[in-house]
């Protein structure tokens, strides 16, 4: 079975500056799929970023880049210039590579952020 | 296509009663998924849809959970004989069955209190 980790329950960042959430993963998989979702205050969650575990290049995606260290099974989440709208709760997530079947999503618990003007 | 949508956005029941939610998928996604989240917790899988074919359980979808989707379309879960242990966030996904990495695609969910 899959376990996703982020041991940062709650972090603060002021406006403008850089942010990094941690996150690991433990699988004996080989080819799968690790993601960041970002859940606002009382709306839904959303797709942050996607890293396929058979690209060796970290995903980025604006201001929200990932370090991906597949051997240490590590997964971060780099938000820079960090604006107010950043604030939510952010998820990572796991999915074992896509084989017919259910693409089911394993997520961690979860990690508190506030951007504090 | 307005995206996800689940109804009710909020529910409060009595321990022992019954209770039914439903999910709209987008409307091309052929894949529907129930997720549930407690205080504190991240979402955790409870079923999975193909079409109108429930797939895979989760084992935390105890005999008193049930869900359907009758059409391929939209979905119910219902809960049987309540418990307070069942208070949670209900999510539903969805998503396209295509080659490779198939994005799922939240709704607002149903939040349950059970008093």
């Known amino acids: 079975a899959q376990t996703v980790t982020q041991s940062q329950p709650e972090m603060s960042v002021q406006e403008a500056e850089t942010v990094t959430l941690s996150c690991t993963y433990d699988t004996s998989e080989n080819n799968y799929y690790l993601f960041w979702y970002k859940q606002p205050p009382s709306r839904q969650m959303i797709l942050v970023i996607r890293?396929?575990?058979?690209?060796?290049q970290n995903a980025t995606e604006n201001r929200f880049s990932v370090n991906f260290q597949k051997a240490a099974k590590s997964f971060s989440l780099k938000i820079s210039d960090s604006q107010l709208g950043d604030t939510a709760m952010y998820f990572c997530?796991?999915?074992?590579?896509?084989?017919?079947?259910?693409?089911?999503?394993?997520f961690g618990k979860g990690t508190k952020l506030t951007v504090n003007p | 296509d307005t995206g996800v949508s689940q109804n009710p956005r909020h529910k409060i029941t009595k321990r022992g009663q019954n209770v039914t939610f439903r999910c709209d998928p987008i409307s091309e996604h052929n894949r529907l998924y129930w997720y549930r989240q407690t205080l504190g917790q991240g979402p955790e899988f409870l079923t999975y849809f193909q079409n109108e074919a429930q797939l895979e359980k989760s084992r935390l979808l105890s005999d008193r959970f049930s869900a359907e989707r009758p059409k391929g379309s939209f979905s119910t879960l219902e809960i049987q004989r309540t418990e307070q242990g069942d208070s949670a966030m209900y999510l539903c996904a969805s998503s396209f069955s295509g080659t490779g990495y198939n994005e799922q695609f939240f709704g607002p969910g149903t939040r349950l209190t059970v008093l």
């Open positions: 890293q396929e575990a058979y690209k060796q």
């Open positions: 997530a796991f999915m074992k590579a896509p084989q017919g079947g259910s693409e089911k999503l394993v």
